[in-house]
């Protein structure tokens, strides 16, 4: 074992922890080094290893070129290459290449030809080598946290962009209700055009921009939706809430007299003054449906747009993304089986349900276009309506590429369901989906919108499955 770095830090005996960061931590988040403020971060020359051979990956091959390219920026700022290299973080963070220390004490049963085994053993290595350092392992792999704590080794999961069960729960609410008096009700249709149906918004209500709410009369009665508007909320009537014809979807009439989520849903995706609508919602509660409604309504009939972008990402089952350029034909044809629920809305909304013309022809058009979200770089974005869906399979960084491409003359709508995660480098609690809605949670802005969806009104036996299975799972 050579060291190439002078260790010696971590032989004095202060409070700061000695973080080592797994591949799929800086694969996950490429600013994950500057996270641990005055803390010391170790990366294995190994982990830069398998960074590299994901460089040609088409859903993180841009993290992996991303992480390259800032630890080569701060090497150039190090002052000797035989010294720590300072996290410019504002805490005096150091970062440490290592090599070697392999303790010879890890479990021989334990080939240290898989990486994971081999960032173990390293880790019980360097504890051997410096025993008055607290160090402590990061990974997103909780096969390997497992295996981490039962030889002894601390370890936590990369928490800089996580949030709790509990947060994640609270996004699954229904439509918020507010009361309001005789008198706020008489200045609200004070006017004759309903489109100035509208009062003073107060702080009491605690709502986002563009939250939508159900309204009630003094005698808890039901007689319409408010949707706020910056310092106004303004009064929208659920029974006219269409969109291509159709109203707000209710499957459970003994359970449901009304579906508000939907109602604001489709208010927001009308809207042409929210430019970014997140709609978080589990399958089979309309999420596809409202969306791709919204962008055939905007496009065709109101001329609002010039085109619709549907975009998702591919996950294989290797689970490592897909690149799908090695697949015979066109990148529309490579893209058509992933992009079956947009197929099948173009159809029903064609009405051609038996002969494949309609939806056939609007492909063909070039109005209606399927993206890789790899290629998202090089799209042109401009004047469309673009439908972002199954989020949640996409990591933070692919959803600043996609919405650094945005200009004002596009509409953003981005889809998902957080309780299904299909890649290994995300979870429910750290996906591109969840991080955008938390994101306008706490910067709201006039243009950003969200609402959850949490009616299931695809068919009775879809909802029995979900009720059912999700009953026994508990």
């Not at 197929?343 to 064609?350: A, S």
């Not at 243009?447 to 959850?452: L, Y």
């Amino acid at each position: 074992m050579v060291e190439i770095v002078d260790l010696s830090v971590l032989n004095q005996d202060d409070k700061r922890t000695a973080y080592v960061l797994d591949t799929n931590v800086l694969l996950h988040d490429p600013s994950s080094i500057f996270r641990f403020d005055e803390h010391i971060v170790l990366i294995p020359l190994f982990v830069l290893d398998e960074i590299d051979s994901k460089k040609s990956d088409p859903v993180i091959g841009y993290n992996a070129r991303e992480i390259s390219h800032k630890l080569e920026h701060l090497l150039d700022k190090r002052e000797s290459p035989y010294h720590a290299i300072q996290i410019p973080n504002g805490k005096n963070g150091m970062l440490f290449f290592t090599n070697g220390y392999m303790s010879n004490k890890f479990p021989s049963e334990l080939s240290l030809s898989y990486k994971d085994n081999a960032i173990l053993s390293h880790l019980m290595g360097m504890k051997e080598a410096f025993p008055k350092r607290h160090f402590k392992l990061v990974t997103k792999d909780r096969n390997l946290r497992i295996k981490s704590s039962a030889l002894a080794i601390p370890n936590q999961d990369y928490l800089h962009d996580k949030i709790s069960e509990e947060y994640l729960a609270s996004f699954f609410q229904p439509v918020k209700e507010i009361h309001l008096d005789e008198e706020e009700i008489n200045q609200l249709f004070k006017s004759k055009t309903a489109a100035n149906w509208l009062i003073p918004y107060r702080k009491k209500w605690h709502l986002q921009e563009n939250e939508g709410v159900t309204l009630y009369d003094p005698a808890g009665q039901f007689f319409g939706m408010g949707i706020r508007k910056e310092d106004k909320l303004r009064y929208f009537d659920y029974h006219s809430t269409k969109v291509l014809d159709m109203p707000p979807k209710v499957l459970d009439g003994t359970k449901y007299t009304h579906n508000f989520e939907q109602s604001v849903c489709i208010q927001q995706a009308l809207d042409d003054d929210i430019k970014i609508q997140i709609i978080i919602g589990k399958a089979g509660t309309g999420k596809t449906h409202i969306a791709m409604a919204a962008a055939l309504e905007k496009v065709f009939k109101d001329r609002k747009y010039d085109s619709i972008k549907l975009i998702k990402p591919v996950i294989t089952k290797s689970r490592l993304g897909e690149d799908i350029g090695f697949l015979p034909g066109s990148v529309k044809r490579k893209l058509l089986p992933k992009m079956r629920p947009f197929v099948e809305k173009l159809r029903q909304f064609t009405n051609d349900s038996d002969t494949d013309e309609g939806y056939k022809k609007l492909l063909d058009s070039g109005v209606i276009e399927m993206l890789n979200l790899a290629d998202i770089r090089g799209a042109d974005l401009a004047n469309s309506f673009v439908i972002f869906d199954e989020a949640q399979n996409a990591n933070p960084f692919q959803m600043l590429t996609l919405g650094t491409r945005l200009g004002e003359d596009a509409k953003l709508i981005v889809l998902g369901d957080p309780t299904q995660i299909d890649s290994i480098y995300l979870d429910k609690y750290s996906n591109a989906l969840i991080n955008l809605y938390e994101n306008a949670l706490q910067n709201s802005a006039p243009f950003i919108a969200q609402i959850c969806l949490v009616q299931m009104v695809r068919s009775h036996t879809s909802k029995w499955f979900e009720d059912s299975i999700q009953m026994a799972r508990k």
